[in-house]
């Protein structure tokens, strides 16, 4: 039995993780994680990860960037493999990501979608045609309720297109202050928040009287929740530490 602890989940995305953890088979859910105490499960739900002495195999957590850091000592503490969903990290944080992949096994993604880890390959090959005559934009929308922007997703889209162009790509967030033409390194983000939008993303190539847009939609918060229960089954067999994402689960697949 894979045991589960859930990092976030009295939260939208972990009472998911909860519903779809309790329709497979062999695997449960062994504890929670939130600073939210709310029992509405059967797992026992802590404030903070050291309050947990009973064991599990792998984390998933879908929490807050605040939390990543204390969480990241337990799992270095118990040798526990861990499926980094939060998004919003600061330098500093993601840094400190970077560290702990050093002694255990950490996986980080800003999207657990197949579909969105698909259209990073397709903006890769795209930008490697594209990028250096055509401008970059990115819109993602989302609820109301998000915390962070630009997304996660918008930010791992980004450095995709960034990582195929011929350039050193400059990210802009904001034209507000600016009376400039648009210089032609850029990659412009802007982030649209608004109702219950679970989670929008284009990416725009824009040239001289043509646009090629590539768009995902989530449509349920359950394309995430999969990804993220495929990927902790994954992790728990990492026994080396390191950074893994969701090219590594998919590749596990083929
Ligand atoms: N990678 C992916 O595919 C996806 C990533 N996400 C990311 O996952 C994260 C969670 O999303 P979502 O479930 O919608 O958010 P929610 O705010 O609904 O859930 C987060 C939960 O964590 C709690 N929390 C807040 N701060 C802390 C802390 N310091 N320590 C422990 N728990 C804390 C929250 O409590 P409170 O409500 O009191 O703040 C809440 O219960 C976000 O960063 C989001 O961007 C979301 C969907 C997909
Ligand atoms: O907060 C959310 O809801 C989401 N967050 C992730 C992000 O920041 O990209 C993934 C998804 O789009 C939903």
Same mark, same amino acid.
């Given at each position: 039995?894979?045991?589960?602890?859930?990092s976030?989940?009295?939260?939208?995305?972990?009472?998911?993780?909860?519903?779809?953890?309790?329709?497979?088979?062999?695997?449960?859910?062994?504890?929670?994680?939130?600073?939210?105490?709310?029992?509405?499960?059967?797992?026992?739900?802590?404030?903070?990860?050291?309050? =947990?002495?009973?064991?599990?195999?792998?984390?998933?957590? =879908?929490?807050?960037?605040?939390?990543?850091?204390r969480?990241?000592?337990?799992?270095?503490?118990?040798?526990?493999?861990?499926?980094?969903?939060?998004?919003?990290?600061?330098a500093a944080?993601?840094?400190?990501?970077?560290?702990?992949?050093?002694?255990?096994?950490?996986?980080?993604?800003?999207?657990?979608?197949?579909g969105?880890?698909?259209?990073?390959?397709?903006?890769k090959?795209?930008?490697?045609?594209?990028?250096?005559?055509?401008?970059?934009?990115?819109?993602?929308?989302?609820?109301?309720?998000?915390?962070?922007?630009?997304?996660?997703?918008?930010?791992?889209?980004a450095?995709?297109?960034?990582?195929?162009?011929?350039?050193?790509?400059?990210?802009?967030?904001?034209?507000?202050e600016?009376?400039?033409?648009?210089?032609?390194?850029?990659?412009?983000?802007?982030?649209?928040?608004?109702g219950?939008?679970?989670?929008?993303?284009?990416?725009?190539?824009?040239?001289?009287?043509?646009?090629?847009?590539?768009?995902h939609?989530?449509l349920?918060?359950?394309? =995430?929740?999969?990804?993220?229960?495929?990927?902790?089954?994954?992790?728990?067999?990492?026994?080396?530490?390191?950074?893994?994402?969701?090219?590594?689960?998919?590749a596990?697949?083929?």
């Amino acid at each position: 039995m894979l045991k589960i602890a859930l990092s976030g989940c009295c939260g939208r995305m972990g009472h998911v993780i909860n519903d779809i953890v309790s329709g497979r088979e062999g695997m449960e859910i062994v504890a929670g994680f939130d600073i939210n105490t709310v029992q509405y499960a059967d797992f026992p739900i802590f404030a903070d990860p050291f309050e =947990f002495t009973g064991e599990c195999d792998v984390i998933i957590d =879908f929490s807050n960037a605040a939390s990543t850091e204390r969480l990241l000592d337990y799992c270095e503490q118990h040798g526990t493999p861990v499926v980094i969903c939060t998004t919003g990290h600061s330098a500093a944080q993601l840094d400190r990501i970077r560290a702990a992949s050093a002694k255990i096994a950490v996986f980080r993604s800003g999207n657990m979608s197949l579909g969105i880890n698909l259209m990073s390959e397709l903006l890769k090959q795209s930008a490697a045609v594209l990028g250096d005559k055509y401008d970059v934009e990115i819109i993602e929308k989302h609820h109301n309720q998000k915390l962070d922007a630009p997304s996660g997703t918008a930010l791992m889209l980004a450095d995709a297109v960034a990582s195929a162009l011929p350039y050193d790509a400059e990210y802009v967030y904001d034209r507000h202050e600016r009376r400039e033409k648009r210089p032609a390194h850029e990659i412009g983000i802007s982030a649209i928040r608004g109702g219950t939008i679970v989670g929008e993303h284009s990416v725009l190539f824009c040239g001289r009287d043509e646009i090629i847009e590539i768009k995902h939609t989530a449509l349920s918060r359950e394309v =995430f929740a999969v990804g993220a229960v495929d990927a902790a089954a994954f992790m728990a067999e990492r026994t080396q530490p390191g950074m893994y994402d969701m090219g590594d689960v998919i590749a596990s697949h083929k």
